[in-house]
């Protein structure tokens, strides 16, 4: 798992839309507002929520995998501390050992304590670096207890206790909106069935006629405001399923992509 910083995602954003612009330039260029312009705005959608969506996803995953190794990292610190190491000591033992992405910081942080730099501002560069909520919780709960001296391991063991409650909780919060989330993908795709059941079994065999007094429709016309409808619907879903489900709007953007898609494909093959 990498770490995506904070600069990569502002690129990624930037390039993402200055794609989108371009597509959407050269689409109304050279077709205006044809049907073949829905497919470069199409286009300019996934140009604009793919490389986000991909590079906030490797970012979750990274942090996740962060906040899962925590309470095993705590709980060697407490058997190091208790066969006589100090906390540095302890810390610089437990880097040693695998701990996921957490190792390579574990690593950064006890290279600077071997540089010069205080185990205060050694850890402070930590928590800043790796910038989880759980990481910021207790980076100043280690510093005090490093401050007060004592038997400091006293300290990490419910640490590690509250660590691990906060996860679970977390797990049990993720497992409790799946439903809700799969009831978005439902609803989006009995709307998919309904709007081409409708096309294929009634406008179609109405075309050209007027409907309630107002010019007449065509099948085109149709396709196009089903398409249009359908990219709306899934982008706001997946924007809806990822704020359920991870607490984020960036979040969702993966669910826009693969209900977009879903759409998509759906109404070439079938309208």
């Known amino acids: 798992m990498l770490k995506v910083g904070h600069r990569v995602k502002q690129f990624g954003w930037f390039a993402s839309a200055f794609s989108a612009i371009i597509l959407i330039i050269t689409g109304y260029l050279k077709y205006r507002f044809t049907s073949n312009f829905d497919d470069f705005i199409f286009a300019a959608l996934l140009a604009a929520v793919l ?21 095993e990292l705590f709980r060697s610190i407490v058997q190091a501390q208790e066969t006589g190491m ?6 610089e033992e437990a880097s040693k050992r ?25 850890l402070l560069a930590f928590g800043k670096r790796v910038n989880t909520v759980l990481v910021q919780r207790t980076v100043p709960l280690i510093i005090e207890a490093s ?6 391991e006293k300290v990490f063991d419910p640490l590690g206790k509250f660590v691990q409650t906060t996860l679970l909780l977390d797990k049990e919060r993720r497992n409790q909106t799946k439903p809700y989330i799969a009831i978005i993908y439902v609803a989006f795709f009995v709307f998919l069935f309904t709007i081409i059941l409708l096309f294929n079994s009634f406008f179609v065999t109405v075309e050209g006629s007027p409907i309630l007094g107002t010019a007449a429709i065509t099948s085109m016309n149709m396709r196009r405001l089903f398409f249009h409808m359908t990219i709306i619907q899934a982008f706001f879903g997946g924007l ?5 489900g991870e607490g984020t709007i960036v979040a969702g953007l993966k669910h826009c992509l693969v209900m977009m898609i879903c759409g998509y494909i759906a109404l070439k093959l079938f309208l």
Request: net charge positive.
């Open 86 to 91: 100090t906390l540095p000591q302890a810390i």
């Open 240 to 244: 809806v399923a990822g704020k359920m």
């Open 98 to 122: 695998n701990y996921g992405p957490l190792t390579t910081e574990l690593r950064k942080l006890t290279a600077q304590i071997s540089w010069g730099r205080t185990f205060e501002e050694a």
């Open 51 to 71: 490389p986000p969506a991909i590079l906030e996803y490797i970012d979750y995953k990274w942090r996740r995998g962060v906040n899962e190794h925590l309470p």
């Open 147 to 152: 401050r007060s001296g004592g038997h400091v």
